[in-house]
């Protein structure tokens, strides 16, 4: 049995938490997502997932009020990627750095004893060779080479 929790979405817009019995809004989805629940948002005519509809729907929500995560440059940056020959790369480096990144918050909370300073200085140096790792990784499979590359047959 899957432990994905279930949402319907009604014709009528309203969408309909499986598990508590009643309908919620998209805040009460923002809360499942804050919480990391997994969930899943089912269309009830077609079965269709509409999660990834509802969740930029949230961050649509999130970049009207208040102060923007995205800047309108970099959201240009990113349309001019879709269709693009590296969209998927793109995507898979977008979603990798996120995850590096919720890890790295994590290991820097549960950083109780010792030197913070030592373990910031450690956390930058992986974060360097990481991202390095994942530049030259980027670049390679854009078919496009690196920096450190066009700077040597210079």
């Known amino acids: 049995m899957s432990n994905t929790r279930i949402i319907k979405k009604y014709p009528n817009r309203r969408l309909y938490d499986t598990e508590l019995s009643r ?6 989805i923002r809360e499942l997502v804050m919480k990391g629940s997994d ?8 079965n269709e997932d509409l999660t990834r509809s509802i969740l930029l729907q949230i961050m649509l929500d ?10 309108a440059k970099m959201l240009s940056q990113i349309i001019r990627f879709y269709g693009g020959t590296v969209q998927g790369i793109l995507a898979r480096y977008l979603e990798e750095s996120l995850t590096m990144f919720v890890q790295q918050q994590e290991q820097l909370n549960n950083t109780v004893s010792g030197d913070p ?11 360097m060779k990481i991202w390095s790792d994942m530049q030259t990784s980027f670049f390679k499979a ?13």
Do not use: C
């Open 23 to 28: 309908y919620i809004t998209l805040s009460d």
């Open 39 to 46: 969930f899943q948002v089912v269309d009830t005519n077609t």
């Open 62 to 71: 999130e970049e009207s009020g208040g102060e923007p995560l995205f800047s």
């Open 117 to 127: 300073m030592k373990a910031m200085t450690s956390m930058a140096e992986q974060n």
């Open 142 to 154: 854009a078919g496009m080479a690196s920096a450190s590359n066009r700077k040597k047959e210079e």
